[in-house]
């Protein structure tokens, strides 16, 4: 099985780029609303814009609340259930008052004195305005009693219920129900039909919670019940009024509007429903489309950041702080009358396309040094190894290197007479001796930033110039002159070998070097199970020719060493190189395989002129 095409392998990536900001975005969005700590998260978060940032409005002029707080109860006689007397008196002051409609947020669930009680009844029946009392569902914990006294005291008056729903993980109440199981109205949606509003939505919406004018003053105007004698008529007339408990530990609840551990009367909480219903507000948050397409953004932007390849620890602060300044920016926009943002999806999937990015990277960065140490690393210097891994683009794709035309120095050299050598030894020894000859001569060419591609036996090939290919003639010659130190430090290196191998009894040996510089290409061949990085063209193929045109020259560069080089590579070092080698010219030759003569010459060592035979 070949590898896909590179194009293929281009086009799969940026696929996984878009599949990972598609993703990110889904998984954040589904992580919201399925996990209940994240949907906690970005409730809350909601909440403390919808506390802190909503825009100032005027008190709300078509309602108003009348409460029993503690001072109503001061002078009387029970606080439960609450003095239906006084609830009779104050439905015929707000109807002389001239107040659209009257909705009661008390339960009458349980009989107090049969007369005060009557007369309660009456008043609410009889009244000038509509009274709407409220009712209790049926998941309301009333005994059968209780909704027995409920049903009859109320029969024949509008009723709706009060139900609120609470969220299951943290209690606060965000959305309104405006039909029960059974279709029973809510008091909002009761009122809201006397106040002229015609349609309600049929499934439960979110509150748009009334603002403020100020810090201090309440959104709707709150007048006590014991002071209700004496308030001008005007303030209340044409209103709808809410009568209800501001008492602390009664109906009270968590909403967005609590804070510092404050709640908020279930009454108020009627109200800001009904000013909904009678604005015909929807909710400011942002709908699921928007939050998607933020999601979504977001996941593409951290995608990108992730694509720059900044260092981990600026990715780190700005994972932290991108959504950070989003906050900011949500809370701005929300006070400026904007939709409220949802934050922690677009936060999720900012985070997960920079994680999700960079682990796809250093997995790939991973495979790429794989690749590269495979083919390279046994072999360079750690300078070399650093530069083709920092110009690893210039050269990869795919996992593995592009085939490219450059112009670089290779070196061929082989052991003289080694099979005589091979017929000489037993396996083991040989294969010893073998290994530290190898292993002296890859360190010297690693030692001047060659490359050493392979073993042919005996033999060694290697590159000066690639996998990074050279863009000057500067560079292309000091890469020949690296050669050509190169093989002449081999032949040094021969002297001390040859000396210690003599005294362990070993046999001594000369090579042939044959350096050439010119144009190949370059490019890794193979596939999934073996591949290696290759040199195809003239000039492999002609250092190859040279080191075995070595066997028909007499003289040597060196005492154990034959280094023959090809005209481009000595005119390319000759200027580099005088004082430490000359050349003695051998011809132009006709070289095995190749129809025109080359002009070549043995390179003389100058340091090992003693040496030389």
């Given amino acids: 099985m070949r590898d896909p095409p590179p194009s293929h392998r281009g086009w799969s990536r940026r696929w996984l780029a878009v599949a990972i900001m598609l993703g990110s975005a889904v998984l954040a969005l589904v992580a919201v609303r399925l996990v209940p700590p994240l949907r906690t998260a970005d409730e809350s978060l909601g909440d403390r814009l919808i506390a802190a940032a909503t825009p100032a409005q005027p008190q709300h002029p078509a309602i108003a609340l009348v409460l029993f707080g503690e001072d109503s109860f001061a002078g009387l006689a029970c606080r439960s259930p609450v003095d239906r007397g006084m609830l009779a008196d104050i439905i015929g002051l ?56 409920l049903d009859v005291f109320t029969e024949g008056m509008p009723r709706g219920h009060a139900n609120l ?5 943290d209690a606060a109440v965000r959305w309104h129900v405006p039909f029960g199981g059974d279709g029973t109205p809510s008091l909002p949606v009761q009122l809201a039909h006397l106040g002229g509003v015609s349609a309600v939505p049929a499934e439960p919406f979110r509150i748009d919670w009334h603002g403020r004018p100020d810090g201090s003053t309440t959104p709707f105007p709150i007048y006590p019940a014991e ?58 948050r942002l709908p699921f489309a928007g939050e998607a397409a933020l999601a979504l953004l977001m996941a593409v932007a951290g995608v990108g ?109 082989d052991i003289e007479g080694f099979t005589t050598i091979c017929e000489a030894l037993e396996p083991e020894p040989l294969i010893r001796w073998l290994e530290g000859y190898l292993d002296a001569m890859v360190q010297i060419v690693a030692a001047h930033d060659g490359v050493v591609l392979r073993f042919v036996g005996d033999a060694i090939l290697a590159v000066f110039g690639a996998p990074v290919a050279r863009n000057t003639q500067e ?57 290696e990085y290759s040199l195809l063209g003239d000039t492999a193929n002609t250092a190859a020719r040279l080191e075995a045109y070595g066997k028909m020259v007499d003289a040597r560069s060196s005492r154990h060493c034959r280094i023959i080089v090809g005209d481009p590579t000595w005119q390319a070092v000759r200027s580099a190189l005088h004082g430490h080698c000359t050349v003695l010219p051998v011809g132009e030759v006709a070289l095995k395989g190749k129809v025109r003569a080359v002009r070549i010459w043995l390179l003389i060592d100058d340091e090992d002129a003693d040496g030389r035979g």
């Fill in 94 to 149: 707000l109807a002389s008052a001239g107040v659209r409609a009257i909705g009661i947020d008390v339960l009458f669930d349980q009989p107090s004195l049969p007369a005060v009680d009557e007369r309660l009844r009456r008043a609410m029946l009889n009244a000038a305005v509509p009274v709407v009392a409220i009712t209790a569902l049926a998941q309301t914990p009333l005994t059968e009693r209780q909704r027995r006294f």
């Fill in 165 to 169: 729903a609470k969220d299951r993980l």
């Fill in 227 to 284: 002071t209700l004698a004496v308030l001008p008529k005007n303030w209340l007339a044409e209103r709808i009024v809410l009568v209800g408990t501001a008492l602390a530990g009664i109906d009270q609840h968590r909403t967005p509007l609590s804070s510092a551990g404050a709640s908020t009367p279930g009454v108020e909480i009627e109200a800001h429903v009904l000013a909904q219903l009678l604005d015909g507000r929807s909710s400011p």
């Fill in 305 to 413: 950041v992730a694509l720059v390849g900044l260092p981990l620890w600026l990715l780190a602060v700005a994972g932290v702080l991108v959504p950070m300044a989003g906050g900011t920016g949500a809370s701005a926009l929300f006070a400026a009358g904007g939709p409220l943002v949802p934050l922690v999806a677009p936060a999720l999937a900012w985070g997960a396309g920079i994680a999700a990015m960079t682990v796809q990277m250093s997995l790939r960065e991973r495979a790429d040094r794989r690749v590269m140490m495979l083919l390279f690393a046994n072999h360079v210097s750690q300078p070399v190894a650093e530069e083709i891994w920092r110009e690893r683009a210039t050269f990869m794709a795919g996992n593995r290197p592009r085939p490219q035309q450059l112009t670089a120095t290779v070196l061929f050299s």
């Fill in 475 to 531: 560079e292309i010659d000091a890469d020949a002159g690296r050669a050509v130190r190169c093989a002449l430090q081999m032949g040094r290196e021969l002297v001390a070998l040859n000396r210690r191998w003599q005294a362990e009894g070993l046999p001594m040996v000369g090579i042939r070097v044959g350096v050439h510089t010119g144009p190949l290409v370059a490019g890794s061949l193979g596939g999934l199970r073996h591949s």
